[in-house]
């Protein structure tokens, strides 16, 4: 539990020889585990701090660039406190699991996946927590920008290949450190008197000029096509308002993940919960994780799981849709039916932009799910007749318009907060190349 729960935390294997584990002990064996806590945060020593704040201070472009700082529920608030101290500096958020930064923050850039290009206008870059700040082919930084690394783990030494450039690099706890530079930028009189220049009052009413940009056009985008058929701007923008205020995201939607976080716009630590790793088909037994889990503290959540077709099926459904029904774990699934695993057609144009695979359709590049398997169904006949103890099956539907999207998560909510479990599949509209087929 010490390797497991010290930075960078993760599994911890544990193996031992079948004799010795069948042996009989004399004396029962006793730990006490307040011997054995994991390590404490580790912080940055002061001429690291000073470095930092006077860089981000006088930079003209300041930016974070972060990805795992959110899971120490405390640090989104430091990040907030030093966006705030520093008028100008923005905190781009590449979604490594948790929420790292408010959505309705003027500062807020938005999630992201490290090919955002205010990385190549930034002059100033911090990198907090984050494996993939930006893909060197793509949105590389200015050749002049300073660039700083602070991470539990900096030189990323369990990924076979992490070459980024940096003027310096710290292995740090975030939030200890955030603290550590806001502390030092609140005391020191010289760096105070230098933030009441008038151009620092400019950059953030700049800021404001474009968040509330931003703000109008995600508004737009969430309204419905005039046929009503769906676009992934609407679902999230359903969700939304659908499910309780409190509810707990449990996201792997590929694809549609970044389009999906401007509409649902999580602005509380915790309430969005992504997979920083590569492996897909998590969420469905995450999302009963996370129920349990909220179960277990005495403060009950709705657990939503918004996930993609491809994904869907890579989670082994009838295995999670039978413990949940078996174990009683009411949630409410969002599968995204864009008729296909979408994902390595965006990987593959990232690569080859122009090669031959741009060209073809999903079914050529034999990724295509088209027709759609009832997911519904799936899910339905592995839950069984009766959900727990509701004495009703899973509730289950379908919705390819934005009038049945509405009617549907209004029963499905209903179902889930009565105990019972539900799954909506969204037909979005999109071409045989799974792109949208709706422009607004």
Known sequence: ??????????????????????????????????????????????????????????????????????????????????????????????????????????????????????????DVILVLDCDVPWIPSRNPPREDAKI???????????????????????????????????????????????????????????????????????????????????????????????????????VEAATCAMSLSDQIQANVPAIWINSGGAGLGWSGGAALGVKLAHNASGAPKFICQVVGDGCFLFSEPSSVYWIASRYNIPVLTIVLNNKGWNAPRRSHDLVHPKGLGATVIN????????????????????????????????????ARTADELKLLLEQAVASVKSGKGALIEAVLAVDEKGDSLIQK
């Not at 307040?34 to 690291?48: E, T, W």
């Not at 006077?54 to 930079?59: D, N, P, R």
């Not at 009441?196 to 509330?212: A, F, G, P, T, V």
């Open 1 to 122: 539990m010490k390797i497991a729960s010290s930075d960078p935390k993760g599994p911890a294997y544990i193996t031992g020889a079948r004799e010795v584990l069948a042996e009989k002990t004399e004396q029962p064996y006793r730990i006490n585990a307040n011997m054995h806590k994991a390590i404490g945060p580790a912080a940055l020593p002061q001429d690291a701090v000073e470095t930092i704040v006077e860089s981000l201070v006088k930079a003209q472009t300041p930016l974070i660039i972060t990805g795992y700082s959110g899971r120490i529920h405390a640090c989104p608030e430091q990040l907030v406190k030093l966006a705030e101290a520093i008028p100008g500096l923005r905190i781009l958020d590449t979604g490594g699991c948790h929420i790292c930064f408010p959505a309705d923050h003027p500062s807020y850039v938005g999630f992201r996946l490290s090919f955002e290009e205010v990385t190549t206008k930034a």
């Open 148 to 250: 700083y690394f602070v991470d539990v783990d900096p030189l990323n030494a369990s990924i076979g290949f992490s070459f980024l450039p940096a003027n310096g690099r710290w292995k740090a706890d975030g939030y200890t450190a955030m603290a550590q530079l806001n502390r030092h930028l609140s005391s020191t009189p010289k760096l105070q008197n230098t933030l009441k220049d008038e151009i620092y009052k400019h950059r953030w009413e700049n800021l404001q000029k474009i968040y509330s940009a931003k703000v109008e056009s995600l508004s737009k985008l969430s309204t419905p096509a005039t046929n009503g058929s769906l676009d992934i701007h609407h679902v999230g923008f359903a969700i939304k308002t659908a499910v309780p205020k409190d509810t707990i995201f449990v």
């Open 363 to 398: 079914k050529e590049m034999h990724i295509s799910l088209d027709p759609s398997p009832d997911y519904g169904g799936i899910a339905k006949a592995a839950a069984g007749s009766t959900f727990g103890a509701t004495g009703e099956g899973l509730f289950t539907g379908k």
